[in-house]
């Protein structure tokens, strides 16, 4: 299977590195692009396999080789480029899932990926349950919350934040400084709680999935704690996620999900939901 990179970051280069090492599965990285071409070229120089540089988002949906595109990049890439990929025919594996809290775009993408016979694939990351919640959403869900904890200085950066003038630098004790629904949240800190996102499409929704943000001084992990009720019982489930070893700013379970969902696509037998 051949593969398009949208992104050169840190998770595109975490999720490239395993391709090129063949840790993903049956897959062969053919094009990369990002909006920083400088970007492209020093991902390419780490690889063994080398990569075509696409000079533009177009060459990528021309490109009929092109079985799937990785949108490893950012929200505004996913409004940007989803369905233009999906209208060329090709599979989509979304990282910043977060983008769907627009109805308007999920929507678009489900009609379109319907119409052309294309799948969206959206990794659980840096998140436990997503499995057992998907199947609890078949019999009937009354209550979903995440409880997000993370270190002041990865929530500071957010302009949700920033308008609140709330100063999180000198913060001794944990704070909450979110509690809301996952509608909400997502724009709120769009770098920090895609994992709201994907819950909320595996259970109940935007609207109701219910989400805590707590800036914590004293954790030197991001923790996510997950609590579903429903008319098949009641679970928990909380990862205490380290940093990937190559890339400081990723979540190591986030990276090694998008890795696992690449190396389902080419396995024959696949355990869980």
Sequence with gaps: ?????????????????????????????????????????????????KPKIAKGAAEIYADRTVDLVIEAASQQAVRQYSIDVLRSGKDLMVMSVGAFADKKLL??????ANLKGCRVYVPSGAVLGIDGVKA?????????????????????????????????????????????PAMTAVKAFPASVNVAATLSLAGIGFGRTRVRVIADPTIKRNIHE????????????????????ESRRTSYLAA???????RNLSETVRVGT
Excluded: H, Q, W
Aim: with cysteine; glycine share 8%.
């Design 1 to 49: 299977m051949k593969v398009a990179l949208v992104g050169c970051g840190a998770i595109g280069t975490v999720l490239a590195k395993a391709i090129d090492k063949k840790r993903a599965g049956k897959v062969k990285l053919s094009l990369v692009y990002d909006l920083k071409p400088e970007k492209s070229k020093a991902l390419v120089k780490k690889l063994k396999l």
């Design 256 to 262: 090694l999900s998008a890795i696992r969902t690449l």
């Design 136 to 180: 609890a959403e078949l019999g009937g869900i009354r209550e979903v919350v995440l409880t997000t904890r993370k270190a002041p200085s990865a929530l500071a950066y957010s302009e949700y934040m920033k308008k609140r003038r709330a100063c999180l630098k000198d913060l001794k004790f944990p704070k909450t400084v979110f509690d809301g």
């Design 107 to 112: 929507k678009n993408v489900k009609k379109i």
């Design 226 to 245: 997950i609590r579903v009720k429903g008319k098949s019982g009641e679970f928990v489930t909380e990862a205490r996620n380290v940093p990937f070893p």
